[in-house]
């Protein structure tokens, strides 16, 4: 009897020593999400979505969110046009600070943010003492803590775009008398758009599921710092069936972000 090498193997069961782990793995992410719409009580999921906590925690996870997305899009893209133009050695040890926050625990993240900005942190103190400014546990500290979180995300997807970008483009845009900033505002920024968008989609993503860094500096004050995360985490304990209908939300709104996202990420 011969053989071809190389041929494809005749049926799939020699796939399946890969098949089973591949399966439990699957199983293991969807099972919770499938548990959200088996337990969640349809018959008055109106009347639950309802609820205060789950009206006033979305309410404040769209502002703070909003307020996040413009702060990181004014810092965050002209920073990541420097890291992709810029060959200074210690450009590669900025972008790993900037990466930080991807791995931090939020939690740690929030320590920071208190010990920095606290009444007794590094800049806080003054701001109390000279202005009078105090930002932990308000509605300021939220964003805060949101655009530290989120700012990464948005700068490493933009920089990888504007990185991709041919820098003959900026040399063009030169000899026709264009300054640095002019090239950036009407050369990478249009042609860089889809990795902004896709940029601004994670970062607003993790901004609103946000919960170590903002229970930590701001608290979990309902009208004031509650964010949709912390208000599944107060209605979990005094309304369950309110916290699968803002949880259920939040799945929502992620599967949404993931669909925008497919054609760049999801391939």
């Not at 932990?136 to 949101?146: G, N, S, Y």
């Not at 994670?202 to 208000?231: D, H, K, S, V, Y």
């Amino acid at each position: 009897m011969t053989t071809t090498h190389g041929a494809p193997p005749r049926s799939g069961w020699g796939r399946l020593p890969l098949a089973v782990p591949a399966g439990l793995g699957i199983a293991f992410i969807i099972l919770p999400l499938l548990a959200l719409f088996v337990r969640a009580d349809w018959a008055n999921f109106a009347e639950h979505l309802s609820a205060p906590v789950v009206g006033q925690s979305l309410r404040l996870s769209a502002i703070t969110t909003l307020a996040t997305m413009l702060v990181v899009w004014t810092l965050g893209t002209p920073l990541a046009w420097l890291l992709a133009r810029s060959e200074h050695p210690l450009t590669a040890w900025a972008r790993a600070l900037i990466t930080v926050p991807l791995v931090l625990p939020p939690v740690v993240g929030g320590v920071a943010l208190l010990m920095t900005y606290g009444r007794r942190g590094v800049l806080g103190a003054w701001l109390e003492s000279s202005l009078g400014i105090t930002i932990p546990f308000t509605t300021v500290a939220v964003v805060m803590a949101e655009i530290f979180v989120a700012m990464p995300f948005y700068v490493i997807s933009v920089e990888g775009s504007m990185r991709s970008l041919d820098r003959r483009y900026d040399q063009i845009a030169a000899t026709l008398g264009a300054s640095p900033v002019r090239t950036f505002r009407t050369v990478a920024i249009p042609m860089v758009l889809p990795g902004i968008a896709a940029g601004s989609a994670l970062a607003w993503a993790r901004a609103l599921g946000e919960f170590g860094a903002t229970i930590t500096f701001a608290g979990n004050f309902p009208g004031r710092t509650q964010t949709a995360p912390l208000g599944v985490y107060a209605a979990l304990e005094r309304d369950p069936q309110a916290a699968i209908a803002l949880s259920l939300v939040m799945l929502v709104v992620s599967v949404v972000v993931l669909g925008a996202l497919r054609t760049r990420w999801l391939r």
